[in-house]
């Protein structure tokens, strides 16, 4: 009997903002319940910042744990900033159902929370990740001097 490894291509995005609508989301049908939160991600100048909302599962039971220790301070509109990793983003189609906007195409972009680096509420910093090993590859991982885009002779 052999033994494969599944291989994976990860698509990860890093970044900050503010965390909002924390839920617990119940699957109609079969699924089990999960977390989900939105994000709204910082980008762009720091004197003009635009936002990206990414609408998240939460995955892995340490940012659980730290998401629905969030979830009250985001209910009652506190600010709450993040640094995260999200893991697979994609955008999902839509089409509006009421408002202005009823009838027209949209787009949403979902993606998986996989760990949360830090967290502050109103600039307080209420968590900080420890520290662990480099992400790096078994592998010898080149230095900036041994590194060359030049095919091998």
């Given amino acids: 009997m052999s033994t494969t490894d599944a291989k994976f291509f990860d698509l990860h995005t890093t970044g900050i903002g503010y965390l909002n609508r924390i839920r617990e989301v119940k699957p109609r049908g079969k699924g089990s319940p999960f977390m989900a939160v939105a994000i709204a991600a910082l980008h762009g100048s720091a004197d003009a910042v635009e936002y990206s909302y990414i609408d998240c599962n939460v995955v892995g ?9 969030c979830q009250e301070a985001v209910s009652a509109e506190k600010k709450v900033l993040v640094s995260f ?3 697979d983003i994609w955008a999902d189609a839509f089409t509006y159902e009421k408002g202005d906007k ?6 949403s972009l979902k993606g998986r929370l996989l760990f949360i680096g830090w967290i502050k509420v109103d600039g307080e910093t209420v968590y900080e990740a420890k520290p662990r090993e480099a992400d790096t590859p078994a592998e010898h991982v080149l230095n900036s001097e041994e590194a060359s885009c030049a095919p091998a002779a």
């Fill in 61 to 69: 039971a340490e940012a659980e744990k730290l998401i629905r220790r």
């Fill in 85 to 87: 990793r999200i893991g």
């Fill in 102 to 107: 009823k009838g027209q195409p949209g787009a």
